[in-house]
């Protein structure tokens, strides 16, 4: 049963001045993310400024009650779902604000529930962006979830994950004081402290304030698609781009993702994304004629395109983003690759933050991403693990109707990112319902309870941890999904735990996460 919150907290978090949920609804919707439901809450807690959050930590610790940020809402890994009954969850979406913009020192300051998406729209027109600029999910995933749990894509493949291009933080602790971390043209400044907070999963303290680097807004785009006959070759040219340093995002799909991809999207979708980007650029006809060659290529070119690379760069000058193609053309070619259609490439560009449609599959199936960051020297046998993992369960996945597909990305800095993700036939909850675009919804089949599958799906996403740990693999996310502290010199998690200890010595810190 989803239990109400105590009258006397409800009234004392209240005094805040931030909005309070107590109802059934509002406590059953905050305690779930997309993946799975997590114990019951005790309240939410909604603050408008970091004063109204400090001051709402402090009253809910005090009562002795764990505290919980959330940001967009977009996490799969339990980064925001509670062990333990009776957690207040601070919903950190009313701080919103883009505070600073500073042009000359090339820096913005934003509150934690500032989407990557809106950050862009406030960025644009003043020709800048951050480095790393965004997650696919940035229509709804924000600035501070991002450096809680760390991402990547928009910019990945140059600028690396999102915390690489933070340079300062306001954090608040467990009893609300207030801590300022970091200088903001620069870091590291010592020993990163501000590092120490970053890609945290929300254990150590909330965000209140974040001061991310500028760069300058590309001017030209160069698009590129290649195709591979096997996984070691589209592993070998993805590797070899990011080595390069040639391509500011790098992806692509394996044959199972492709047809999944080919059932979803349509062609009429694709042509409107392209035209509407060009309106937007001031480039009807140029529009026109992009969507033109949308429609006449059609989505042949996937079907014979075992494993899909898809490449994309940037430059001041045309010819600097050309030579960047060039550059990928050629390793996709040493590595046995053929040049397709880069309908995929323009078609994302064109609408960087688009629905967040595809956390169903396309017959309404449950939908679970389970990624590895894996060095380039260890990609290709980790994904041999994988596929032998598939091979093995292929006959109880058939039965259950489960299926898979991976997508492979290059960060740079950072290696190869493997994410298989699962789809299984199951009910959806109420997050994934409040995401997905109304229209959408009501074409997606609305599937049953399968606890079977639900089992088989948690069996499949456990094993693939442990394929990506034996491999050395980071996470992304970790929440408490991936493993952390396993992972650590015996040292090192005496560090963190002291650490723990100094900023939240009862553990009410989003209790569990990180495996704290």
């Not at 913005?108 to 962006?129: I, K, N, Q, Y």
Request: proline share 5%; hydrophobic share 45%; glycine share 10%.
């Amino acid at each position: 049963m989803v239990s109400m919150a105590k009258p006397r907290l409800a009234d004392v978090l209240a005094r805040t001045g931030a909005e309070v949920l107590n109802d059934a609804e509002s406590l059953d919707f905050y305690a779930h993310d997309i993946y799975a439901r997590g114990a019951d809450l005790e309240a939410v807690v909604r603050p408008a400024d970091k004063y109204q959050l400090a001051a709402g930590i402090r009253a809910a610790t005090d009562a002795g009650h764990a505290v919980i940020p959330r940001g967009g809402g977009m996490s799969y890994t339990g980064g925001y779902t509670a062990n333990a009954a009776g957690a207040v969850m601070f919903d950190l979406a009313g701080m919103d604000r883009v505070l600073a913009v500073d042009p000359v020192s090339m820096t913005v300051t934003v509150e934690p529930g500032c989407r990557w998406a809106a950050l862009r729209d406030a960025l644009t027109p003043l020709g800048l962006r951050t480095p790393m600029w965004g997650t696919l999910s940035g229509l709804k995933a924000t600035v501070g979830g991002g450096m809680s749990q760390n991402g990547m894509f928009w910019g990945s493949g140059r600028h690396g994950s999102a915390v690489q291009s933070c340079t300062a933080l306001e954090v608040a602790l467990a009893d609300g004081t207030l801590m300022a971390l970091g200088k903001n043209h620069t870091r590291p400044y010592g020993p990163d402290l501000a590092g120490l907070f970053l890609a945290d999963t929300g254990a150590l303290a909330i965000k209140t304030e974040i001061t991310l680097r500028l760069v300058r807004e590309a001017e030209c785009h160069g698009y590129a698609s290649f195709a591979f006959d096997t996984h070691a070759q589209w592993l070998d040219a993805t590797a070899e781009i990011e080595r390069r340093g040639i391509a500011t995002e790098c992806f692509g799909f394996d044959p199972y993702l492709n047809a999944i991809r080919m059932k979803r999207d349509s062609l009429a979708t694709d042509a409107k994304q392209l035209i509407g980007m060009m309106r937007r650029q001031g480039g009807f006809l140029k529009g026109l004629k992009e969507g033109a060659k949308v429609v006449a290529a059609g989505r042949d070119f996937l079907k014979n395109a075992n494993f899909s690379l898809h490449v994309l760069t940037e430059g001041r000058i045309q010819a600097a983003a050309d030579a960047d193609i060039a550059a990928a053309r050629d390793v996709a070619q040493q590595f046995g690759g053929r040049e397709v259609e880069n309908t995929i490439p323009k078609i994302v560009r064109a609408n960087p933050f688009g629905p967040l449609n595809s956390i169903l599959g396309p017959d309404g199936e449950r939908w679970a991403p389970i990624h590895g960051l894996i060095s380039h020297g260890r990609a290709q046998p980790c994904f041999d693990s994988l596929l032998a993992l598939f091979t093995e369960h292929a006959g109880r996945m058939e039965a259950l109707g489960i299926h898979y597909g991976t997508l492979v990305a290059a960060v740079g800095g950072g290696g190869t990112l493997i994410e298989p993700c699962l789809y299984w036939p199951d009910a959806r909850n109420p997050v994934i319902e409040a995401t997905i675009e109304p229209a959408h919804l009501k074409k997606v089949p609305k599937l049953a309870t399968n606890a079977p599958a639900w089992a088989l799906a948690q069996e499949l996403k456990s094993a693939i941890i442990a394929i990506f740990q034996a491999h050395d693999a980071a996470h992304f996310q970790i929440g408490r999904a991936y493993p952390y502290r396993e992972t650590l010199d015996p040292r090192a998690d005496a560090l963190l735990l002291a650490i723990k200890r100094e900023v939240d010595p009862r553990g009410l810190m989003n209790p569990g996460s990180l495996g704290l």
